[in-house]
């Protein structure tokens, strides 16, 4: 009976992920879920997450200072603004040919992440400077 409590928590999870383009918190998702489950904890979330990625379903993008955030496993990186901790996608194409060549190792895979400031932010930069 528990386990499919879990699978039926982890499948929803799976899909608001999948579904979102916003590079969700385990707090939004806990939100999201709510909606279906109403009775669900917050641990259920996270045990449920870390299973997900775990079992490499999902993908969990870390910005030092900030909540970790989940993503599709769809090959892509990252833009992530250094003032406001904004995460938009970016499609480079698959670097892993070139990666192995210059560390001269197999790789199994990897998490770009690119530093910016938004346009907000260099707008809210701008406006304090004059």
């Avoid at 409590?5 to 799976?14: E, P, R």
């Amino acid at each position: 009976m528990v386990l499919m409590v879990v699978t039926k928590y982890a499948k929803k999870i799976l899909e608001i992920v999948e579904s979102s383009r916003s590079h969700m918190t385990a707090e939004q998702i806990f939100e999201q879920l709510r909606i279906t489950y109403p009775k669900v904890v917050l641990a259920t979330v996270y045990n449920n997450l870390n299973r997900l990625w775990d079992e490499n379903r999902i993908r969990k993008v870390s910005v030092e200072g900030m909540a970790d955030r989940y993503d599709r496993i769809v090959r892509h990186d990252h833009l992530v603004c250094k003032r406001c901790g904004k995460l938009l996608d970016v499609d480079l194409g698959d670097l892993t040919v070139q990666l192995e060549q210059k560390a001269g190792i197999s790789i199994l895979s990897y998490d770009l992440k690119l530093l910016y400031l938004c346009e907000e932010c260099r707008t809210n930069t701008k406006q304090k400077g004059t």
